[in-house]
C-alpha cells in the first residue's frame, strides 16, 4: 500500500490534480455557499487538505475574504499551487499536527478526511487550535459506507481509507466537540449517493 500523501505526489506528475477540480466543482460550490451563505462580514478561511490550490483562489476572489490558507501533504501539490499563484499562502505539513498562528472564521475541507486513520483526531486538531470561537467547518467525502459505489476505491488507489457511515461520521464530529452538526447529501444521481457534506459549529 502507498501512502496517501504519495499518491497525491504522483498525480500532480501526470496533472491528475487538474481533474479533481472538475470533479469536485459542483459539490464545492455548494458548500462554500453553505458556508459563506449571505453573511456580509469579513472572513478568514482555511483549506484543509487544499490539493493545488484551487479552492484558495477560488475564495480570494471573494470580496469579504481577509485571509486564506491552504494546506496540504504533499509536496508536489503545494509546490504547484505556490507556482500558479504565487502571493497566495500555501503550507505543506501534516494536517494532523499543522495549527495556524491565528484561528479564522471557516475551514473548508474536500475528500480529505477518510485518508485518516482516526478522523477524530484531526477534527480535535481543528476545534482546538484552527477555529474562532463562533466558527464553521464544512467537510465533503464522496468516500463512506452508504455510497456503495466508492467501496472500491482504497483497493484502485492501493491506499488507506477510513469508510464510516453517516451516522459514524456524525458521532466522530461531535466526539471532537462540535456543536449542530448537520448532515446532508448532495449532487446525487444514478449509481453516486451524493457528496455527504458534514457541517459543524465550534
Ligand atoms: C482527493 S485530494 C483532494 C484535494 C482538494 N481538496 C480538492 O478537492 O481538489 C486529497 C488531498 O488530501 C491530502 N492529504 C491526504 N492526507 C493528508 C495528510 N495526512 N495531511 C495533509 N494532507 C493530506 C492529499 O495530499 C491530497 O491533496
Known sequence: MI????VFNSWVLNGKDEGMQKNHSIAVNSMIQMLIGKSNKEFSFIDAGCGNGWVIRKINLHDLCSYSIG???SKNMI??????DPSGNYVCS???QWKPKEKVDFVHSMEVL???ENPSKLLKNI???WLKKEGTLIVGVDFYK?????HSWPERLNTKMTLLSKKEWFECFRQAGFSHVQLS????GNDFEGTLVIKANL
Open 71 to 73: 494546506v496540504d501533504g
Open 3 to 6: 501512502s496517501p500523501i504519495d
Open 114 to 116: 477518510y485518508y485518516f
Open 94 to 96: 501534516d494536517l494532523i
Open 79 to 84: 509546490n504547484k499551487a505556490k507556482k500558479i
Open 146 to 150: 452508504e455510497n456503495l459505489i466508492s
Open 185 to 188: 447529501q448532495i449532487n446525487s
Open 127 to 129: 476545534y482546538d487550535y
